[in-house]
């Protein structure tokens, strides 16, 4: 049932499904919460999902000013937008950007979070040298969106490395995400890379040790620098269980979803013990 929450002075779009324990999605940059209706017949019967189209995306706003995209800020609004919906506790599931924002949001607060599910997710960059040259990346990308439109930046985008394995996708599976991409603004986009991409939000690698949630990595066999990420990760996480995927890239729940919608699925059914 699609709902909009105003979270300040900004409209939210949210899209909720199914019956049972809440489960927060978050999907990637240039996404929405549209994809993940394909899974509700694996994650239905034991799980309320709450599909946020994340700030600058798909139906939610896209607000000018950039310090409403940054990512502490956009944690904050899920916090705000799981008391509106009377939410005391809930499990995540992050994709990517979407996986970083999950991260954000149990850190400042753990006492919300359940179970955590990252895909092809990292806690951001170690150093502030890095960090800088992310910013100087994503501001030359958001650049290019401005200058070039949404059509010119989705035909470059869908054509990084990064996305290489997706090429053997069904011509409708990728003509339905570059739909997708499509639909989103230029000033959602734009300003999504400056305020919430990796160089502009904090690391969070030496937080990881204080997440005590059990927390699910799901990457791609073919991902290898989010398979070394997830790697390094599961070595601090307390409670984690890391699940690679033969034959998937950066997106496993696109181009492997029946076997991502299972692996989810037996991770949300697992008893938490208290």
Not at 52 to 77: C, F, M, N, R, V
Request: glycine fraction near 10%.
């Amino acid at each position: 049932m699609p709902v909009n929450y105003v979270i300040k002075d900004v409209r939210y779009h949210v899209d909720t499904w199914g019956n049972g324990f809440p489960l927060l999605l978050l999907h990637g940059f240039t996404g929405n919460g549209e994809r993940w209706k394909e899974f509700e017949p694996f994650w239905k019967d034991h799980s309320t999902a709450i599909a946020l189209d994340i700030i600058g995306h798909g139906k939610t706003e896209s607000p000018a000013d950039i310090a409403q995209y940054k990512i502490e800020e956009s944690a904050d609004t899920i916090y705000h937008l799981l008391e509106k919906m009377g939410i005391v506790k809930t499990d995540i599931l992050g994709y990517s950007m979407g996986g970083r924002l999950a991260i954000t949001f149990a850190i400042k607060y753990p006492q919300k979070v359940r179970k955590l599910i990252l895909e092809s997710a990292s806690p951001g960059l170690r150093t502030e040298e890095e960090r800088q040259a992310r910013r100087l990346q994503d501001a030359k990308l958001a650049g290019k969106i401005r200058e070039e439109g949404i059509s010119r930046f989705v035909e470059f985008w869908e054509n990084i490395p990064l996305f290489e394995s997706q090429k053997k996708l069904s011509d409708d599976i990728r003509g339905g995400i570059r739909e997708q991409r499509l639909a989103n603004s230029i000033e959602g986009l734009a300003n999504s890379l400056k305020g919430m991409g990796t160089g502009s939000q904090p690391s969070w690698w030496g937080n990881l040790s204080n997440l005590e949630s059990p927390v699910l990595l799901i990457t791609g066999s073919i991902d290898q620098k989010f398979c070394r990420i997830a790697g390094e990760m599961s070595k601090i996480l307390p409670n984690c269980q890391w699940k690679s995927v033969e034959g998937a890239g950066h997106a496993i729940h696109v181009e492997k979803p029946e076997k991502f919608g299972t692996i989810v699925s037996g991770f949300l059914s697992q008893i938490v013990e208290s």
